[in-house]
């Protein structure tokens, strides 16, 4: 295992797959119960970890292609300044399967971390603005 990058057990791991569903692709996404971890390249490698309860939204999308395919982009919303607090799993197989993978490993993390994400509503000026009665923070709150 000495490429993976994934520390702990691996939960789920899958390669980029490109429209026909072939793996002929240098992208490789792992889950651990701690991160998820996306590795690509292959003469210039860049490995990208994610703490998984920094993770607050996990979206599916599929285009008619993808779904002739079967095929979803899987789009996560996260408190990660690494990932631009963006991260898109493109062209996965199973991807429903894989999104109740993921959140039940987010809650896992949450719950193990004692980290719980809290939800603004505001006039999407942003999260944590001045005048909604919260901290300007990142979105979570210590047990």
């Known amino acids: 295992m000495g490429s993976n990058m994934a520390d702990g057990d691996v939960i789920w791991t899958q390669r980029k797959r490109n429209w026909c569903r072939t793996p002929f692709t240098f992208t490789t996404y792992t889950l651990t119960a701690d991160e998820l971890d996306i590795k690509t390249g292959v003469l210039r490698q860049t490995f990208d970890s994610t703490k998984l309860f920094r993770i607050v ?5 599929r285009t008619l292609l993808q779904r002739l395919f079967g095929l979803s982009t899987i789009v996560i919303d996260a408190r990660d300044q690494s990932s631009g607090g963006r991260i898109i799993l493109k062209n996965i197989i199973h991807g429903f399967d894989v999104r ?6 987010v809650d896992d993390a949450r719950n193990v971390n004692r980290v719980s994400t ?12 001045s005048d909604d009665g919260y901290d300007a923070g990142d979105g979570y709150i210590e047990h």
């Open 100 to 105: 109740k993978q993921l959140q039940y490993a």
């Open 57 to 61: 939204d996990i979206t599916i999308e």
């Open 118 to 129: 809290r939800e603004f509503m505001d006039s999407g000026e942003g999260y944590g603005s």
